[in-house]
């Protein structure tokens, strides 16, 4: 069971594309399955004003499921605040 470590680096390019906290955010990517855990939260200040992070953590999971070198999500991410 290896990781496609180049899959999940652009894994976590898409997610840093999105206005949320990945900080704790955990990305694997093995036999073409991605997991996604950890934790997600809204941005402080100015940048995360309005954002709806389980919206955006679903456009996250759904982007990510269309992705060349993807057959599935498994998303385990807990949601704070």
């Given amino acids: 069971m290896l990781e496609d470590k180049a899959t999940r680096r652009l894994v976590e390019r898409e997610i840093a594309k999105h206005p949320i906290d990945y900080s704790l ?7 073409q399955i991605a997991y996604l855990g950890g934790r997600v939260a809204r941005l402080r ?8 992070v389980k919206r955006e953590l679903q456009l996250i999971c759904d982007i ?18």
């Fill in 25 to 31: 955010m955990t990305v694997a990517v093995i036999n």
């Fill in 45 to 52: 200040g100015a940048m995360g004003r309005g954002v709806d």
């Fill in 64 to 81: 990510v499921e269309g992705m060349r070198g993807i057959n599935g999500v498994v998303n385990d991410v807990q949601i704070d605040g």
